[in-house]
């Protein structure tokens, strides 16, 4: 039976509380927002891609339309290369790939062009022919078309002409004997030296070929040379020197006549070469260059077509994709609103039913509160006392944990004292031992350098054997030689006394050298003995001022372990004096939670008012409490006795871990917080 009870009103909160329902209804509006938004975003994409799409067919339509304007135009400035007089260069594109179709031909926008629309793919797969042959007709154009007056071999052939009859008009006057010969020697005003000095003969020449211009150089300066020759035969005939005038005539004139003359066929075979080139240039532009440019329009016409209806299409789809998406979004948005009504209703009816049940379990709260925080109140004040006490017995202790503190600090500076001393003395030993060392190897020296003198004075001693023997022999010799070897007796004499003494001043030597070893050789024994003693006090040193340093190290680090305690000390004596004013404020907080109990009491009254309303006197209904909750309340209440009987018990007890009291021991909200 009590099982049912509790399921009554706790069973749905505790199932799913508040935020739980707010959460699901928000996720589910969420989620049909996100569902709406994703269908909204991919009709959106859908509209963004056809757009594009059709955008793409717009341009090229455009494009395609471009380049058949460009084609004209590229054919126009061909037919008037052929035709303008005016115009002498060909200035066309006459490559198929550097043309602005053929770019995008050879491009990857073709590739993409013929990806949107398939269709064209074949008709752009036929034009790739034509439109080669069309450039190629310009290239053949070009290379065999060349600007050339037709007037140019009549006018070459009168200039012939001329000049024979010129000739024939000297030689007459040969033949006649006239009195002078009246012919035109300015190479200006001849009817040829006119005409080359026209803007006719100068666009011809330009207008040559590399041929033509090179015999036109090469007949200037022999037309200037035969009206020179001309001259030299009329002042010769005036001179009354006709023979002289008939040979003139005969050796330059004629020469200079015959190359004229060569010159200017020469010219008119290339003049009627370059008319033939231009005709054979206006045959290839209407047979191969028109029909091809034909086909190409044709065939750019039909693709055009293709594309124009295709972008048709696309706009007939953009704006039926445009009309569903808003509807889409419009019902989309119309589910939205209903769904969050619903949801709305239903998180708003399960908050009101919750906010009773909670108005009615904060009620019986602020009553416990109340009593909580008087019981709160005494243990603060309590605990307040005995952290006081402990703070003075921290107090205490510290100071004498200071003291303890100076005596360690200066046993340490007494051993660090005695550790330099014994440093100091340990140096002095080593010095000592060093100096020995050196007196031993000096000794050692001196016993080398005796014997080395000894090894002399035995070698003098020999000299002086040989030089005594060898003072013999003179003498003997001396003896023999009678009156003669006197005087080189006396002086082996002396040389054998000289001997004798140096022998004895050798062996005395050699006696003192002997006994300056045997003392040389003591005293090294004897310093020997004093470096083992100094070798055995340094080595004693050396332990003691090992000792004294290790005495001074450790009195140091106990120096600095009390120093450590004193500080820890301290830190307790501080965390003891806040500990006290915690309590403090703790007892301070707890009179203060007694008045914010008693507004609390006021808020829940306030919240009976906004949930359940006002009765007829004004005041707030009150809130109806099941058995389940009555039956909570008074276990509550036991449990806020027990827990004030056992809080008093510890904080008498002072000095004793666990001794802090839990709130939510004398306050049990966590079985409330569930129901929020």
Not at 93 to 116: M, P, V, Y
């Amino acid at each position: 039976m009590k099982e049912k009870k509790k399921g009554g009103l706790s069973a749905m909160p505790k199932t799913m509380t508040v935020g739980m329902r707010i959460g699901l209804g928000t996720l589910l509006l969420l989620l049909l927002l996100a569902g709406i938004s994703f269908v909204s975003m991919n009709a959106v994409r859908n509209v963004k891609i056809s757009v594009d799409q059709t955008t793409v067919l717009k341009e090229l339509e455009s494009n395609i339309k471009q380049r058949e304007i460009d084609h004209l135009n590229w054919a126009a400035k061909l037919n008037e290369f052929i035709t303008n007089p005016v115009v002498t260069e060909l200035s066309i594109q006459t490559d198929d790939h550097k043309c602005a179709f053929g770019k995008w031909f050879f491009s990857e926008n073709r590739k993409k062009s013929e990806i949107l629309v398939p269709e064209i793919t074949a008709l752009l797969k036929q034009v790739e022919a034509p439109h080669f042959k069309l450039h190629e007709s310009a290239i053949k154009i070009k290379n065999v078309f060349r600007k050339t007056d037709t007037e140019l071999p009549v006018i070459l052939t009168s200039g012939m002409v001329d000049h024979l009859n010129w000739a024939n008009k000297i030689r007459d006057a040969f033949l006649l004997s006239e009195t002078k010969i009246e012919v035109q020697t300015d190479p200006t005003r001849c009817t040829l030296g006119k005409w080359m000095n026209s803007e006719g003969a100068k666009k011809s020449y330009q207008n040559g070929s590399p041929r033509y211009q090179k015999v036109w150089e090469e007949m200037v300066l022999v037309h200037k040379t035969l009206h020179e020759s001309v001259q030299e035969v009329i002042d010769a005939y005036q001179q009354s020197a006709p023979e002289q005038a008939k040979k003139i005539f005969q050796e330059k004139t004629l020469n200079y006549l015959s190359q004229i003359l060569a010159s200017l066929e020469e010219l008119r075979t290339e003049a009627d070469r370059g008319l033939a080139g231009m005709k054979k240039g206006q045959e290839i532009y209407l047979k191969e260059s028109l029909p091809a440019l034909q086909q190409v329009q044709k065939l750019l016409e039909e693709i055009q077509e293709i594309v124009v209806a295709k972008a048709a299409d696309k706009i007939g789809q953009t704006q039926a994709m445009t009309v569903t998406t808003g509807r889409v979004v419009s019902w989309g948005s119309l589910v939205s609103l209903f769904v969050g009504i619903i949801v709305s209703f239903f998180i708003i009816r399960g908050i009101t039913r919750v906010l009773k049940i909670a108005v009615r379990q904060l009620s019986l709260a602020s009553t416990q509160t109340a009593s909580a925080a008087t019981q709160i109140s005494q243990s603060s004040q309590q605990q307040a006392q005995g952290a006081n006490e402990q703070a003075s017995s921290l107090e205490e202790t510290s100071s004498s944990l200071e003291q303890v503190n100076s005596m360690t600090k200066q046993n340490a500076d007494n051993a660090a004292k005695a550790d330099q001393l014994s440093q100091g003395a340990k140096s002095s030993a080593e010095d000592g031992n060093r100096a020995m060392q050196q007196m031993q190897a000096a000794m050692e020296e001196i016993n080398q350098s005796s014997d080395k003198i000894s090894k002399i004075i035995k070698t003098i001693e020999e000299i002086a054997f040989q030089t005594n023997l060898l003072a013999l022999n003179a003498a003997v010799e001396a003896a023999r030689a009678g009156e003669h070897g006197k005087g080189f007796a006396v002086v082996a004499d002396e040389v054998r006394n000289l001997a004798q003494r140096a022998a004895g001043a050798a062996k005395d030597t050699a006696g003192l050298i002997e006994d300056n070893v045997s003392k040389a050789k003591n005293g090294a024994d004897i310093a020997k003995q004093a470096g083992s003693s100094l070798q055995n006090i340094v080595g004693n040193v050396r332990k003691v001022a090992d000792i004294i340093s290790e005495i001074s190290g450790a009195s140091i680090e106990q120096a600095n372990g009390i120093d450590q305690i004193s500080k820890a000390i301290g830190q307790m004596d501080q965390v003891t004096q806040k500990g006290a004013s915690t309590s403090e404020e703790s007892a301070a907080a707890a009179e203060e939670l007694l008045s914010q109990a008693e507004s609390l009491k006021d808020l829940v009254q306030q919240l009976q008012e906004v949930v359940g309303g006002r009765d007829g006197n004004g005041n707030g209904h009150l809130l109806v409490s099941t058995p389940y909750a009555v039956s909570e309340r008074r276990s509550r209440g036991a449990k806020i006795e027990e827990a004030g009987v056992r809080i008093q018990m510890k904080t008498r007890i002072p000095g004793k871990s666990g001794s802090t009291s839990n709130p939510e021991r004398v306050i049990p909200l966590e079985k409330d917080s569930r129901d929020f």
